[in-house]
């Protein structure tokens, strides 16, 4: 057996039982990819991620990690190095970032970090690891225009302070838009499937 420190904290490797021990977390040895940074290195926008030496820069000026201890850029790029795949795909905290590049600015190795962020989330897409919440935000767009179903309740609440209906939002063409894309075909499936059943 031998021990590895790294800023994540004790990653302990047992040859033996091939397992991981990472953040309290076990992880079997079969669970490590050791090929997810050079599939990492060839998609546009994580190309220099290899070159990330967890100065922490990135985690400590992002705004977002500044209010959620949990979120944690540089964190999540060492996973990937290691081969965390898995982990980092189904990581709740990937979907905190907001996308405002400053992180991008402030690398000292010209890592683009919102970039690696972005492949990230697209690689969770592919691989069926996005959360719940954004498949029901994504059904809510294709049937209703909007990102959040209006209730009625609130409807009926505007008509009794006499205010106007909400404007409709215009489904048809944001699917005419987003058409072709799996995860939009999928979800626009699951929608026509759910309408079939109701109507038998
Ligand atoms: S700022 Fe760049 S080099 Fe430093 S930890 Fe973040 S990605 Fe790595
Ligand atoms: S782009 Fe994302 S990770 Fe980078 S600083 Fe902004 S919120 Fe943080």
Same mark, same amino acid.
């Given at each position: 057996m031998f021990t590895l420190t790294t800023v994540l904290g004790e990653i302990m490797v047992?040859?033996?039982v091939a397992q991981v021990s990472l953040e309290k977390q076990l992880i079997k040895g079969s669970e490590i990819d050791s090929t997810f940074k050079y599939e990492l290195v060839?998609?546009?926008?994580?190309? %220099?991620?290899?070159?990330?030496? +967890?100065?922490? *820069?990135?985690?400590?000026?992002?705004?977002?990690? %500044?209010?959620?201890?949990?979120? +944690?850029?540089? *964190?999540l790029i060492r996973m990937a190095i290691l081969g965390l795949k898995e982990c980092v795909l189904k990581s709740d905290t990937l979907w905190l970032c907001a996308a405002c590049f400053v992180c991008t600015d402030r690398c000292p190795q010209d890592i683009e970090v919102a970039s690696v962020i972005r492949v990230f989330r697209n690689l969770a897409v592919e691989n069926n690891c996005l959360p719940q919440v954004f498949r029901d935000q994504l059904e809510a767009v294709l049937e209703t225009g909007y990102a959040y179903r209006i209730s009625e309740l609130r409807m009926k609440k505007r008509e009794l302070q006499n205010l106007p209906p909400l404007p409709k939002g215009n489904a048809e063409n944001i699917y005419k838009i987003l058409k072709g894309i799996k995860i939009v075909e999928e979800t626009q499936k699951i929608k026509g499937d759910r309408t079939h059943v109701k109507h038998q």
């Open positions: 047992e040859t033996s060839k998609l546009s926008g994580s190309e %220099r991620i290899l070159s990330c030496f +967890q100065c922490g *820069t990135c985690t400590s000026d992002c705004p977002v990690a %500044r209010y959620n201890g949990s979120y +944690q850029p540089r *964190t």
